[in-house]
């Protein structure tokens, strides 16, 4: 059977990649939908190639009506628009590429609607994983992680008894500031966190990887995909990106699981599981990798991979404040209105603040409000 396809976020690295994996996986796919947030040129080009049925944009419409409308294609627009593609019964399969909190509300409403969703957006599960995962259980929706680790581990753990399981290892590269004193740290520009040694993304979650955030969002996510508990679920830093991840089993035995580092391989490895089909990805030499080579992260420097792990303790509506405050003092570090280790300072005191309540919609809604407006109101007294 052919699955119908909605692509969110199709001009980011999620999106393009995935257009990759789509193009050379011919008649198990069609590409119904594609939305993007403000690349307009790049959305039209992909749209004038993959002819979809309907496009959506937030910032942009009038060019790309311009050029779709003669093609047929519907063009939406906005927050209502990515609503309606979310839902659209044309759709069988979300593929949410979305950056940051933009991405949650239509996961939520694609898992409601009983639609399956192939999530590369951390923020949803961090913000309200218990909300989607139960919901999923519900409406018969399946969730399919999209991540260099978390798939992988999916994949593997299909069919383990979570006994056998003593714990799973989450590697994280360490960023740019890897071997950075805690000075330097200080005193870092955004074009230095912005460079990444492994991988081309976007630049909230490249800031995320040089904080180490996007590894403390990764334990938080993987909890829900994975049904093991926190305590379960260690980081550790692995500088070459090569293995992805590891399970440890309660025999003391270790599986891991190794590739060149190519984001292809979640993608296609979530769309046609339990398939594997030969993909375009690098074949992996490991005479030319040579040296493995594993660390402590260090949380005195790397403040923010225990900030994730204290939001989970904390529980209820706490990892929403994580992602809100971080999500705001993220941006304000790339407009230069703080410092890199202000980052993880402004969550940690927002979160000190928050009094988590259970976490209904609702309250995450709210918590989320919360959680910008305190940071925004930290970040401007750090600022004066
Ligand atoms: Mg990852």
New binding site residues.
């Given amino acids: 059977m052919i699955k119908r396809v909605a692509l969110l976020g199709s001009t980011g690295s999620i999106g393009t990649n995935t257009l990759r994996v789509l193009n050379s996986l011919p008649n198990r796919f069609e590409l119904v939908s594609l939305c993007a947030g403000s690349n307009a040129e790049l959305l039209c080009e992909q749209a004038e190639y993959w002819r979809p049925k309907r496009v959506c944009i937030a910032q942009g419409a009038k060019e790309v009506q311009a050029r779709l409308a003669p093609l047929g294609i519907e063009i939406l627009e906005g927050n209502a628009g990515l609503q309606d593609l979310s839902v659209d019964p044309d759709v069988d399969l979300i593929i949410n590429g979305l950056a940051a909190g933009v991405g949650l509300r239509p996961t939520l409403s694609a898992v409601r609607a009983g639609k399956d969703v192939a999530i590369a957006n951390k923020e949803t599960l961090v913000v309200a994983g218990h909300l989607v995962t139960a919901w999923a259980k519900q409406t018969g929706a399946t969730l399919l992680p999209i991540?260099?680790?978390t798939t992988p581990l999916w994949q593997s753990l299909q069919e383990t008894n979570r006994e056998e399981v003593k714990r799973i290892l989450l590697p994280a590269s360490g960023g740019p500031f890897f071997d950075y004193t805690q000075e330097q740290m200080a005193g870092v520009s955004r074009d230095q966190a912005l460079n990444h040694p492994t991988w081309q993304m976007g630049p909230k979650i490249t800031i995320d990887s040089a904080t180490l955030m996007?590894k403390g969002f990764?334990v938080i996510e993987a909890q829900w995909f994975l049904d093991l508990p926190v305590s379960k679920i260690d980081v550790i830093i692995h500088r070459q990106s090569i293995v992805h991840c590891l399970i440890e089993y309660v025999d003391g035995g270790m599986m891991a699981h190794l590739s060149t580092p190519d984001m292809q391989l979640p993608i296609q490895q979530a769309l046609v599981h339990p398939e594997k089909l030969p993909t375009q990805v690098e074949p992996l030499d490991l005479t030319k990798v040579g040296t493995l080579s594993f660390f402590q992260p260090d949380t005195e420097r790397f403040p923010c991979l225990q900030l994730a792990y204290q939001a989970v303790e904390q529980g209820g509506t706490a990892p929403a404040v994580l992602n809100a405050a971080n999500e705001v003092a993220v941006y304000a570090f790339l407009d230069d209105r703080i410092g890199f280790l202000d980052i993880p300072r402004v969550i940690a005191q927002a979160l000190d603040e928050h009094e988590a309540s259970e976490d209904t919609l609702e309250a995450v809604f709210d918590a989320d409000r919360w959680g910008r407006d305190r940071a925004n109101e930290l970040i401007c007294s750090l600022e004066s």
């Fill in positions: 991540d260099s680790e996007n990764e």
